[in-house]
């Protein structure tokens, strides 16, 4: 944009340090004026009170959060705890489980099943794994959490990027530490290193870069989809 609107306008707009997520990154490598319009323009398309496939993701980072941090409870209590919680997300996010039609009410209910059936997946994984879950939900940048990643521009100006990881955990032996990034995907995701290369796909690498910046003592040990 400093090419396209003149230096002095862009750091007027954006300042000297830009504070980005990996997302935002991405956004802008994909396609420029979707970043413009929805990051520097503020441009935001209006949304109905319903499941779609990015509220299904949003729903399921919520119940994975708050199943993991809360302890493993029973089997037996999984089912009435998960359904439990999608009604209070859709209390606090969708104007109240009651209000909601019949065909919304119907797609939770199958989106708690399939939760179920996923938070097993991850407890049989971790129960195999030395690594052990350290945090949840954890902020780069922001409050209560870690530091953002720092980059220097070229034009020397500062970037700080943050976002926020689903899971960190965290593995020890012999006085050293290991950790690893999770990102919960409902899809399927494709790891390409030629993606990173033209600045996609940078998210779980930049949070695992943020977290062992600075420590000697702690190793990356890879990223989990």
């Known amino acids: ?18 504070y980005l997520s990996a997302t935002q990154i991405e956004t802008f490598y994909n396609c420029k004026y979707r970043y413009f319009c929805r990051y520097i323009v503020g441009a935001k398309e209006r949304k109905r009170a319903e499941v779609n496939a990015m509220q299904y993701g949003t729903i399921m980072h919520y119940i994975f959060e ?28 969708m104007g109240g489980f009651g209000s909601l039609s019949g065909k919304e009410k ?4 199958r989106m708690s099943e399939s939760a179920q059936i996923l938070i097993k997946h991850v407890d ?20 209560g959490g870690i ?26 032996k012999n006085n050293q530490r290991y950790v690893r990034v999770v990102d919960y995907k409902t899809g399927i995701h ?19 870069a943020a977290i062992i910046s600075g420590k000697r003592n702690i190793k990356a040990a890879g990223v989990l989809y």
């Open 1 to 18: 944009y400093r090419e396209s609107i003149g230096t002095d306008v862009a750091n007027d707009v954006l300042g000297d340090s830009l």
């Open 66 to 93: 708050r199943h993991f941090s809360g302890g493993h409870e029973s089997l037996e209590d999984l089912k009435k705890d998960t359904d439990d919680l999608i009604k209070k997300y859709a209390d606090e996010n």
């Open 124 to 143: 049989e994984e971790l129960s195999q794994s030395r690594f052990e879950a350290c945090s949840f939900e954890m902020n780069v940048g922001g409050d």
């Open 190 to 208: 494709d790891f390409k290193l030629t993606d990173v290369l033209h600045g996609l796909s940078m998210q779980m690498l930049v949070y695992l």
């Open 147 to 172: 530091p953002a990643l720092i980059v220097k521009t070229p034009d020397g100006n500062t970037a700080y990027i943050g976002g926020t990881v689903d899971r960190v955990d965290m593995f020890e």
């Open 106 to 109: 119907y797609r939770l209910r």
